[in-house]
């Protein structure tokens, strides 16, 4: 997959941290020594965890040089690193690992997510937000276009493009029998939109990127011309003319025993 798109990423900011906020607001510590942000991105989370612990070494995590550069000139304070969730390892163990709409890209959470919580020091905690959206409209019909000529040969099979979650409940099941506490929830967020190509916009920059960037350049005008069509016809327009985007997100906070 191609790097990330920081300023495309950062154009729905608000609505992207808004997640990030409430996640955060859940973690039930005072304070911390070690907090690391996993799949940081371009620092907006990363950016809340140093407000929220102005003592702590906070380190962001990511995968794509681009978001990192951003998150560096947002953020020269903290530290930031490129690494592989899928096969990070902490130098020390955290006080908190935190993670905004990042795990839903590593696989095998089964394995993942005891992992990561094994890791974490005596009273440490595992906050994680992802979005849980794959059954709405607008990943229904990424799907079912990907599966169309012309482009279906070259993107290959959309079902594997995108972590599958759990249900909620799996993930209470891997985290309770160890922790002092597990809180999870579920929240749709809704979203007004201007138009079927704000939404189009709004998506390339996370989960419709994986199916674009497949495509070889002389496909990808007709895929996002025929996505937002049916992305037109999934979301009407409301009383104010304005589309409503529900996104669902899925919360994990887990504590450690002391």
């Given at each position: 997959?191609?790097?990330?798109?920081?300023?495309?990423?950062?154009?729905?900011?608000?609505?992207?941290?808004?997640?990030?906020?409430?996640?955060?607001?859940?973690?039930?510590?005072?304070?911390?020594?070690?907090?690391?942000?996993l799949?940081?991105g371009?620092?907006?989370?990363?950016?809340?965890?140093?407000?929220?612990?102005?003592?702590?070494?906070?380190?962001g995590?990511?995968?794509?040089?681009?978001?990192?550069?951003?998150?560096?000139?947002r953020?020269?304070?903290?530290?930031?690193?490129?690494?592989?969730?899928?096969?990070?390892?902490?130098?020390?163990?955290?006080?908190?690992?935190?993670?905004?709409?990042?795990?839903?890209?590593?696989p095998?959470?089964?394995?993942?997510?005891?992992?990561?919580?094994?890791?974490?020091?005596?009273?440490?905690v595992?906050?994680?937000?992802?979005?849980?959206?794959?059954?709405?409209?607008?990943?229904?019909?990424?799907?079912?276009?990907?599966?169309?000529?012309?482009?279906?040969a070259?993107?290959?099979?959309?079902?594997?493009?995108?972590?599958?979650?759990?249900?909620?409940a799996?993930y209470?099941?891997?985290?309770?029998?160890?922790a002092?506490?597990?809180?999870?929830?579920?929240?749709?967020y809704?979203?007004?939109?201007?138009?079927a190509?704000?939404?189009?916009?709004w998506?390339?920059?996370?989960?419709?990127?994986?199916?674009?960037?497949?495509?070889?350049?002389?496909?990808?005008?007709?895929?996002?011309?025929e996505?937002?069509?049916?992305?037109?016809?999934?979301?009407?327009?409301?009383s104010?003319g304005?589309?409503?985007?529900?996104?669902?997100?899925?919360?994990?906070?887990?504590?450690?025993?002391?």
């Amino acid at each position: 997959m191609l790097d990330w798109n920081p300023a495309l990423y950062r154009r729905y900011e608000d609505e992207r941290t808004r997640p990030a906020q409430e996640l955060l607001a859940r973690v039930p510590l005072t304070e911390a020594a070690h907090v690391v942000d996993l799949g940081c991105g371009p620092g907006n989370s990363t950016e809340l965890l140093v407000r929220r612990f102005p003592g702590a070494e906070v380190t962001g995590t990511d995968n794509s040089e681009a978001m990192l550069v951003s998150a560096r000139e947002r953020l020269p304070q903290a530290r930031f690193e490129l690494s592989d969730i899928a096969a990070w390892q902490p130098a020390q163990a955290p006080s908190l690992i935190y993670a905004n709409a990042s795990l839903q890209w590593v696989p095998d959470h089964e394995t993942l997510i005891p992992r990561l919580f094994a890791a974490l020091a005596p009273g440490g905690v595992l906050a994680i937000q992802m979005p849980d959206n794959r059954a709405e409209p607008t990943h229904r019909v990424m799907r079912e276009v990907a599966a169309e000529a012309p482009w279906a040969a070259a993107i290959g099979d959309a079902d594997k493009l995108r972590t599958e979650l759990l249900p909620l409940a799996g993930y209470y099941d891997l985290l309770a029998a160890d922790a002092a506490q597990v809180d999870v929830w579920r929240t749709a967020y809704q979203h007004p939109m201007a138009s079927a190509a704000a939404i189009v916009e709004w998506v390339r920059g996370t989960g419709l990127k994986p199916f674009v960037d497949r495509l070889p350049a002389d496909l990808q005008a007709s895929f996002l011309a025929e996505y937002e069509r049916r992305v037109d016809g999934a979301y009407p327009a409301r009383s104010d003319g304005k589309r409503l985007l529900a996104f669902p997100r899925m919360f994990i906070v887990a504590q450690r025993k002391p």
